[in-house]
């Protein structure tokens, strides 16, 4: 089935997920996520691999992280819609982003349902009685605490995102199209950006011999993080 996630619900496994497409969703996996049609605008986790294949196999929009390869059929949008990808996460890294995702997630309920309560209590059509002025005030500190919360998890998280250590066999598989606006971090801040005109035809990215991240036809050899 799909899985829609206006409502902000994540679904969790610690094994393997399976679906035919996911829009605004929220997957995570303890090994892998397996999407046939389509991820659009959703947030996928997996601590081995993200496999978008099958259907029309789009990953658009949204962030997709794995702990060693992403495989799609065609990455992006023709709209050029901002789509980031984040490979060869070690697993307690993966655990940690994890984590930090879930706080964000936690702060950002928070301040909504804060944002709406003092919406309700401010009418510039009346005045709030002292119970009201009371509640208000106690409101904007909670909102206050809850911006600086969130603006340093979400530092925390970007640190983390440009300084792990990658796996070195890490790799994006593309089968047909990789669009512009598309970004794939491969650890120790490099990142590889696709340029502004489409790319047709497969084709892998990775971090090649000298270590910079690199598009090619060629599949990355094995290797591991030994040598």
Same mark, same amino acid.
């Given at each position: ?11 969790? *496994?610690? =094994?393997?997920?399976? =679906? ?8 995570? =996996? ?7 049609? =389509?991820?659009?605008? *959703? $947030? #996928?986790?997996?601590?081995?691999? @993200? ?9 658009? +929009?949204? $962030? ?6 992403? &495989? ?12 980031? #990808? @984040?490979? +060869? #996460?070690?697993? !307690? @890294?993966?655990? $940690? ?5 879930? !706080? ?10 804060v944002k709406q309560s003092m919406a309700r209590l401010i009418d510039p059509k009346k005045e709030n009685t002292p119970d009201e002025k009371q509640m208000l005030l106690k409101l904007y500190e909670v909102e206050k605490k809850y911006i600086d919360l969130l603006a340093n998890t979400k530092t925390q998280y970007e640190t983390l995102v440009v300084s792990y250590e990658p796996e070195a066999s890490a790799y994006v598989e593309i089968e047909k199209n990789l669009f512009p606006?598309? *970004?794939?971090? #491969? ?23 000298? +270590? @910079?991240?690199?598009?090619? &036809? ?8 030994? !040598?």
């Open positions: 089935g799909g899985v829609m996630g206006r409502n902000g619900g994540v679904i969790e *496994s610690k =094994a393997d997920v399976y =679906a035919r497409f996911v829009e605004q969703g929220n997957i995570r =996996a303890g090994k892998s996520i397996f999407i046939e049609e =389509a991820s659009l605008h *959703s $947030e #996928l986790v997996a601590g081995d691999s @993200i496999t978008i294949k099958g259907g029309r196999g789009e990953l658009i +929009g949204g $962030e997709a992280i794995a702990g060693k390869m992403i &495989s799609v059929s065609k990455l992006g949008a023709v709209v050029e819609t901002r789509t980031e #990808l @984040i490979v +060869g #996460l070690p697993p !307690e @890294i993966l655990d $940690e982003l994890r984590k930090m995702k879930e !706080e964000i997630a936690s702060h950002a309920d928070v301040l909504k349902k606006k598309v *970004s794939v971090n #491969l650890g120790k801040g490099k990142i590889y950006n696709s340029e502004l005109k489409n790319y047709n035809g497969h084709c892998f990215i990775y971090n090649n011999d000298e +270590g @910079i991240p690199s598009r090619t &036809s060629l599949p990355p050899k094995k290797k591991d993080n030994k !040598e």
